[in-house]
């Protein structure tokens, strides 16, 4: 074979990197200036200013970390950290435990499957504004569940969880779970649909039942489908913010504030910028501390191609 | 050799015999009723109170089915509740959320499928990048960004006017709709993407003759969010809007706190429920699709 | 000889699609079976019914002469091994090969004999504190069968063991396992739709097709006298070359040649003037010289030629059709050519053109 | 010309007064827009902050005067009003004129009160009373004494809503009937820490402390849900502004003969001197402009002083009009004024900030369990810190 | 011949992972080459950059003579056929094939007759309207090379087109593939690790491995010569048998038995006394009576007999390891006999021990 190797004269150009996909660049334009501009720079800004100590209008008055200082210092501050670390772990492990196993019980191939999972999920549709009145009302003493229950002839009961500076976070925790389970269910049962037959399979040839198989098999292998359901219960309960206000409006006392309600409150109604930020720049760094392993779980672990 | 099998063919025989109440059935159907009713008791709540009139709700038990059914309340909820000198109801909100809710919804999933696409067929430098710093702001809560955007949206002029906010409700449902949408064409074949580039086709002939017609079921979870998303959205409607234009939220925070004298629980209640009315019909129209498309575009990412 | 398996008018419906109808299959102690079938003809289905993962909707089952119909998987003394493997991912080799075990509350000191000697079997000791996710396919796979032989079970179940593999593995596993069969002797049931493994493994295969039974006989009769046209088609790749035309006593003649088949050991009365099939296997097609003296010889263009290396495929013009020849080596045939082709009667196939059945 | 005009002025007395503006404005031919926000101040104060600070101001707006405006007009923010302020010779008209004081700045009026809000008040309810078969109480310590028989009674002595700011008040009203006025203006106005942590101030926090536990059963959140349990009998009293009038007006009740009032708990017939005022963003369009001023000339005209502030319940800021048909309580209270009984606003005392954190106090005294020797070492450190 | 493709010292790296490196090929017009090699060798890449859909870290890519290194893929004149389909799911087969021609702006007039014309050439036209959801995977895959025909192009690739098809269909499909490239004679670049098709398929194979090519040649020269041990290894199905050794002078010695390689056809120069493999494929080893008079002759114990209907497959205890010897029909032979073999000294291999270069 007599080849002519002599390479042709003409070599393209590389061309520039930076118009390389151009439209494809362009067409991220929203997406990069949403990044950029509002999330990092928006974040940046707020961060910022927590070192100053702007009062109704962002001001430059530099005050070093007097804003934290004082936020540490302040009981309500302590008590918002203490709820949200009580509602997060209870909601957590709640909110896990029950989507999940709603979402076995709909896996089980029932009749009405659709049924129940409209019931689970249709409070998600509804505002937290909606799901605070609803449930602050249920509870009420005086005419919610505690006095149908005394209207059965038990005198004693007693079930009165908002008006309780010790159980008013639980009353909130019901009105949570009432709204955010049905999403999470969701999801688990995506994630179940997802699991090969063939385990099933070979844990019926192997004796084990099905309760065990789901805690021992089942639910290990679910491992991704928890992340993501754990990171989209996380961002609910750090933003944990509307329902309280409609529903205890952190009372009895401060026995149900919250942190992001601190950081409004002191924004708007004490007028106390820097604080609002320092606040706000303290749950953002919760936040990263908890994405942080997330990410590297989801995006350091394994390369997508 | 065979009559061993003959001798005992008289065992058992076709379909294994089942118990319909089994106690597995029992501790299985019982328990998603218990729950269901956990469920089902604030809408039957809502739903109740809502037909009684006050007096039946001083009266006191809200568990009780009315005695005597009225659409009051829903009238009033709808036409007559005042706030402060304004006294019709959410009638007038609705128009305007309808009027956010469609170019909201419009725009956000507009924007977040062609990101996904992007981020997914499109890859450039730094586009992980941003993308990370995308999702790490879907877990800053919106208080904290209230002022920077007000800045924002009065620097580009658009500061109170329904682009404004539908700028907003873009920019907030980015994050998680750009993941849904990433990782659902990043589960679409790349064969296919490449097929189309070698057909000549550029990125938006790929993006809309290919990917978008692809897209529905992600499309289906993407909608349902935003609109529940959205449509309860009331923070951001009362803050980037005028009274004009206010969404039926802000008129159900109005008839729901403005206290006078007792609370009209039963108007309370009926207009709770017709601001919620929207998104219940979608959520319980959608139905599995809703579920396949979190299948989707959730959890496999 | 015992059956160790036997199956008695199986029936199975998914809702209204009757998937077996009717089913009666015998299995033999220490027989290595192997269901054959294309896609979708219920082979899946009959190995879950003998599991116990699919409740039958009529008929017995027996194992061991037991009657296991209504009896749960793990009390029937079987092991299954799936195609994707479906190991418990977040234990280790170890764990997966005596979960089961430690579910049936064996002693520990037991589970530990067991594992041991199974690793052993199958060379997997150096995986045993590994987790799936760490090994590859074929190690996967082992353990997979190892998971269902550590049960100590009377029958094995295969669900296309082998399919997720690479050629070369496939090869290697298939060898590995017909050495199980001969060193263990139980009874294994084994489903594919790969030929090669069905012949190679088997002591007798059951050809399926919708829900039925067509053959179950030894490969050798299988690959030698297909009791059908169906049958005799999808045994044998490359497939028969089947050519449609008459059988006049004992003259078989179609629209390119005829031929005469007094060689043929017919398997019942011949009908004379019977439209008919007639099949003959590529490599049994005489080509050049050897053609010469066969019952029947012709020629015929040659369309493509295929080196396979160790034979080649020759497609040629035959009769209207194309046909596939193998002959053996490497060929200096040439598209284009002619070569010349023999039939030999005794290794002609011959089936009814209505039933489709072996004459 | 349509003018927005935004408050948070939602409760049925309130509403009722805000559409005497209203239909005043409307009047002259112009429109009033209503922007009506329910809640308190702190849902309605950002959404009017970030609206003036997002460059598309509403026309009017309510704020409480005050120092909560201070910065928006140091940022230019705010419309200058001095010049109707001296066309309408408002310096002399406005009573007292502490009220035009905390609108100006550098000698610029920025804003026009339009009412005058005391909280020192106590609200008894007669039904209450009477079912216990019990006198009614003539001061805060004869309530105190009657407490336990009304309890007995099956009766809820104290009705207060479970919320920082109402509690403060309380705190406030019990402060100066029981240490004292010259206490009380040490700490609030002179910001003295050791007063706070004398003497006066002790009896006082024990006062509120048994003032707690009156209050224990209550367990309503809005203020006026808690004014609701007085009008219908379930409590006996409850220590709230002179705007829980409005709530008494509203169900058709009678000072006298259905309810009492008695300022400064009856001991101490003071009143502070807060209220609400509205501000007018700067807006670009001279035609706003002019009608914004000739709507903040119309909110302190006499007649809409009149009929706002009999709809409100609150005293008007002028006291050169004729508030005859005016109801007991409110003639108590313009009495008072006319005596000079005036105390500074907690409004103009404190900025909103160490407001806050004074009401955060509270809440946590209020609903748990702390002490009150505790409470005033906090407290006494708060007012160390104020501002 | 004028090269149709042209590879120049292409490098391609993913991130630091070097995946291509420093690869050189060149394609002649009307040429079928056969990139094989096992998974994850670089096959898919090498294709993707011929085809502008990767960008090349370093080296240069000509197409009919001109430098298209950076050209878009549809600027290449290349088409492409991919082995998941990658059809349009949501259009016709119609829209499938003129979406290319659509978005290169081809007259209308012109697309139909051109999708008229492939359509025929494949025997599509009744599917035109279909969308592909509603085809057999076998007619997915001839819409699918249609869509890279219609663009009538100088260079097809295909990047495992057969690999999603069952057996049967696969062997029909490559027919058709062997038969259109007789007709068009365009040049194709065909990726696949299924050895039947490199060998039946290809003017010339491209074995790579790890990002380079170990060899590039004729299939019956690979399957005769291959170049090193890595290549012999991986053609030819059951693999050849490879035993480690000494040779010297013109014997190689191993632990089980000794033979005379003077009849090897050395490519170099022999060094004795070197370390070296000694290879030699399952068909070529003489059995029975055949055996007798071969350059070597020994016995060994049968372990496994694996009948494949055509030929016997017959697994043998030798000089210390497992041997694969094939044989010709159904052979009688069974497992725990004794059988005669035979090596041919010109059907041999030799492997140098440490370069596994062929000696
Ligand atoms: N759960 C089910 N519901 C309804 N039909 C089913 C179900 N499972 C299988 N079938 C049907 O039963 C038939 C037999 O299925 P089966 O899985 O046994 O086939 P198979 O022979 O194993 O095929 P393959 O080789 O593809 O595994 C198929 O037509 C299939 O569509
Ligand atoms: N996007 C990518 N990022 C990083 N590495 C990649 C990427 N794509 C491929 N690789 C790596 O490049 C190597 C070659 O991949 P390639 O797909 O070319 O293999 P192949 O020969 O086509 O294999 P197969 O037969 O499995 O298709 C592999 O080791 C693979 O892991
Ligand atoms: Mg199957
Ligand atoms: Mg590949």
């Known amino acids: 074979m007599t080849v002519p190797s002599d390479p042709p004269a003409t070599t393209a150009k590389r061309p520039n990197r930076l118009l390389k996909n151009w439209m494809a660049k362009l067409a991220s334009l929203p997406m990069i200036l949403t990044a950029l501009v509002v999330f990092a720079g928006g974040t940046a800004w707020t961060v910022t200013y927590s070192f100053t100590g702007s009062r109704m209008l962002p001001r430059t008055n530099w005050v070093g970390f007097d804003q934290y200082e004082r936020l540490w210092n302040t009981d309500r501050w302590i008590i918002s950290i203490k709820n949200l670390g009580i509602y997060g772990v209870c909601s957590m492990v709640l909110t896990l435990v029950i989507g999940f196993t709603l979402a076995a019980c709909l896996d089980r191939k029932i009749r009405f499957e659709s049924a129940f999972r409209s019931i689970f999920l249709y409070p998600f549709a509804l505002s937290f504004v909606v799901t605070g009145l609803v449930w602050q009302w249920i509870l009420n003493p005086d005419f919610g569940l505690q006095s149908i229950v005394r209207g059965w002839g038990w005198e004693s009961f007693t079930f009165n969880p908002l008006n309780d500076p010790n159980t008013v976070i639980y009353g909130l925790l019901i009105a949570g779970l009432w709204q955010g389970t049905g999403l999470i269910m969701c999801i688990m049962l995506a994630g179940l649909r997802g699991i090969d037959e063939d385990i099933w399979k070979a844990a019926r040839v192997d004796g084990i039942g099905t309760v065990k198989t789901y805690v021992m098999v089942i639910i290990p292998m679910m491992r991704p489908v928890f992340i993501t359901a754990l990171v989209l219960i996380a961002s609910s309960i750090i933003k944990l913010y509307d329902l309280v206000v409609a529903q205890t409006g952190g009372g009895p006392g401060l026995s149900s504030e919250v942190p992001a309600k601190y950081v409004i409150e002191y924004m708007f109604r004490a007028q106390n910028l820097g604080q609002g930020f320092a606040a706000s720049t303290m749950m953002l760094c919760s936040v990263v501390i908890i994405l942080i392993p997330w990410a590297y779980l989801e995006f350091g672990g394994k390369k997508r191609g | 050799m065979a009559d061993i099998s003959t001798n005992s063919a008289a065992?058992?025989?076709?379909?294994?015999?089942?118990?319909?109440?089994?106690?597995?059935?029992?501790?299985?159907?019982?328990?998603?009723?218990?729950?269901?009713?956990?469920?089902?008791?604030?809408?039957?709540?809502?739903?109740?109170?809502?037909?009684?009139?006050?007096?039946?709700?001083?009266?006191?038990?809200?568990?009780?089915?009315?005695?005597?059914?009225?659409?009051?309340?829903?009238?009033?909820?709808?036409?007559?509740?005042?706030?402060?000198?304004?006294?019709?109801?959410?009638?007038?909100?609705?128009?305007?959320?309808?009027?956010?809710?469609?170019?909201?919804?419009?725009l956000s999933i507009a924007i977040a499928s062609i990101n996904g696409y992007a981020l997914s067929n499109w890859k450039f430098k730094g586009s992980e990048t941003f993308f990370t710093i995308l999702i790490i702001g879907a877990f800053i809560p919106y208080q904290t960004m209230l002022y920077p955007i007000v800045i924002m949206l009065r620097e580009i002029g658009l500061m109170g006017s329904i682009w404004g906010l539908v700028l907003v409700h873009t920019v907030f449902g980015m994050p998680i709709l750009t993941l849904l949408f990433r990782n659902y064409f990043t589960s679409i074949p790349e064969e296919l993407f490449k097929a189309a580039r070698v057909d000549g086709a550029g990125f938006w002939q790929i993006y809309f003759q290919i990917m978008l017609p692809m897209a529905l079921p992600i499309f289906v979870v993407a909608i349902i969010l935003q609109v529940t998303g959205i449509w309860n959205d009331f923070l951001f409607g009362v803050i980037y809007t005028k009274p004009a234009t206010y969404p039926m939220t802000v008129q159900l925070n109005n008839i729901v706190n403005s206290v006078q004298g007792v609370k009209e629980y039963n108007v309370n209640m009926a207009a709770t429920l017709l601001t919620g009315l929207v998104p219940l019909i979608i959520y319980f129209a959608s139905g599995k699709l809703f579920v396949r498309g979190i299948a989707a575009g959730a959890v496999k990412g | 000889m015992a059956n160790s398996v036997e199956i008695k008018d199986l029936d199975l419906n998914f809702g209204s699609v009757k998937v077996l109808k009717q089913l009666n299959l015998e299995v033999a102690e220490g027989e290595f079976l192997v269901l054959l079938g294309s896609s979708g003809c219920g082979k899946s289905t009959l190995l879950n019914c003998i599991a116990g993962l699919l409740d039958v909707s009529d008929g017995q089952i027996f194992i061991k002469g037991e009657n296991v119909t209504w009896a749960e998987p793990s009390d029937r003394g079987i092991g299954m091994v799936f195609q994707s493997y479906a190991l418990y991912p977040q234990m280790t080799v170890r764990g997966n090969l005596s979960f089961g075990l430690k579910n049936a509350k064996v002693p520990k000191a037991e589970i530990a004999k067991r594992v041991e000697r199974v690793a052993d079997v199958l060379q997997i000791e150096a995986l045993l504190d590994r987790k799936p996710g760490a090994l590859s396919g074929g190690q996967r796979q082992r353990v997979a069968i190892g998971r269902a032989l550590v049960r100590d079970v009377d029958v094995f179940l295969f669900d296309e063991p082998l399919s997720n593999l690479d050629a070369k593995l496939r090869t290697d596993l298939r060898v590995e396992l017909k050495r199980l069969h001969q060193k263990l002797k139980n009874t294994m049931i084994y489903v594919t739709h790969d030929q090669v493994e069905a012949m190679t493994l088997a002591d007798r295969i059951s050809i399926m097709k919708n829900g039925l039974i067509e053959q179950l006989d030894t490969p050798e009769m299988i690959y030698a006298k297909p009791c059908n046209k169906y049958v005799a088609d999808f045994i044998g790749s490359p497939a028969m070359n089947l050519f449609e035309g008459q059988l006049e006593g004992t003259t078989f003649t179609c629209s390119g040649f005829n031929v005469d088949v007094t060689g043929y050991e017919f398997a019942t009365q011949t009908r004379s003037e019977a439209a008919a099939w007639l099949g003959i296997r590529p490599e049994h097609i005489l080509t050049g010289e050897a053609a010469e003296g066969a019952t029947y010889t012709g020629t015929a263009e040659i369309d493509i030629v295929e080196p396979m290396g160790s034979d080649t495929l020759v497609w040629v013009n035959f009769a209207g059709q194309s046909v596939r020849v193998r002959t053996e080596g490497q060929s200096p045939l040439k598209s284009g050519e002619t070569l010349t082709l023999g039939f030999d009667a005794a290794r002609l196939h011959l089936f009814d053109h209505k039933t489709e059945i072996r004459l | 010309i349509e003018l927005e005009v935004t408050h948070w002025w939602t409760s049925g007395g309130e509403a009722a007064a805000v559409a005497e503006f209203a239909d005043a404005w409307n009047a002259t031919g112009n429109t009033w827009v209503d922007g009506a926000i329910a809640g308190s101040g702190s849902t309605a104060r950002p959404i009017i902050i970030s609206r003036i600070i997002g460059g598309d101001p509403m026309a009017a707006t309510q704020l409480n005067h005050g120092r909560q405006a201070q910065e928006l007009i140091e940022a230019g923010l705010l419309l200058d009003l001095t010049d109707v302020a001296e066309a309408g010779g408002w310096a002399d008209i406005v009573n007292p004129s502490s009220l035009l004081d905390a609108c100006t700045l550098d000698g610029k009026i920025y804003c026009v009160p339009v009412n005058i809000h005391s909280a020192q008040w106590i609200w008894l309810s007669h039904a209450a009373y009477e079912n216990a078969g019990l006198e009614i109480p003539a001061d805060w310590n004869e309530f105190v004494a009657s407490a336990g028989d009304l309890e007995a009674a099956g009766t809820l002595p104290l009705a207060m809503g479970q919320q920082g700011w109402q509690q403060n008040i309380a705190f406030g009203a019990i402060t100066i009937a029981v240490a004292g006025l010259d206490a009380w203006k040490a700490v609030n106005i002179d910001k003295d820490a050791d007063v706070a942590r004398g003497a006066e101030y002790t009896a006082a926090w024990e006062a509120i402390a048994n003032a707690r536990e009156l209050a224990r059963a209550s367990n309503v959140q809005d203020w006026n849900q808690a004014t609701n349990m007085v009008i219908t009998g379930q409590a006996g009293a409850q220590i709230m502004g002179d705007w829980a009038q409005g709530e008494f007006a509203v169900a058709e009740q009678v000072e006298g003969e259905d309810y009492s009032c008695l300022p400064g708990l009856g001991l101490n017939p003071v009143l502070d001197t807060g209220g609400d005022a509205f501000y007018f963003p700067v807006n670009d369009d001279p035609e706003i402009t002019g009608a914004q001023k000739e709507l903040a000339a119309l909110l302190i005209s006499p007649e809409v002083q009149v009929s706002f502030n009999l709809a409100k319940g609150s005293l008007p800021v002028r006291g050169d009009i004729d508030m005859s048909s005016a109801n007991g309580c409110m003639q108590k209270g313009l009495g008072i004024l006319a005596d000079g009984g005036v105390l500074p606003s907690a409004d103009i005392a404190f900025s909103q900030d160490s407001m806050l954190q004074i009401e955060d106090l509270m809440a946590q005294f209020w609903s748990g369990d702390m002490s009150a020797a505790d409470a005033q070492a906090s407290y006494a450190q708060l007012i160390e810190d104020a501002d």
Not at chain 2, 29 to 39: D, E
Not at chain 2, 51 to 80: C, D, H, Q, Y
């Open chain 2, 11 to 106: 065992g058992p025989r076709g379909p294994k015999p089942k118990k319909t109440f089994s106690r597995g059935n029992i501790f299985l159907y019982g328990t998603l009723i218990v729950v269901s009713m956990y469920y089902l008791l604030p809408l039957y709540v809502m739903i109740v109170t809502s037909l009684k009139g006050m007096p039946e709700i001083r009266m006191g038990n809200v568990f009780g089915p009315p005695m005597e059914i009225t659409f009051e309340p829903w009238v009033k909820a709808w036409s007559e509740a005042c706030t402060g000198i304004n006294c019709d109801g959410l009638s007038r909100g609705f128009g305007n959320s309808v009027r956010i809710l469609i170019p909201s919804i419009l």
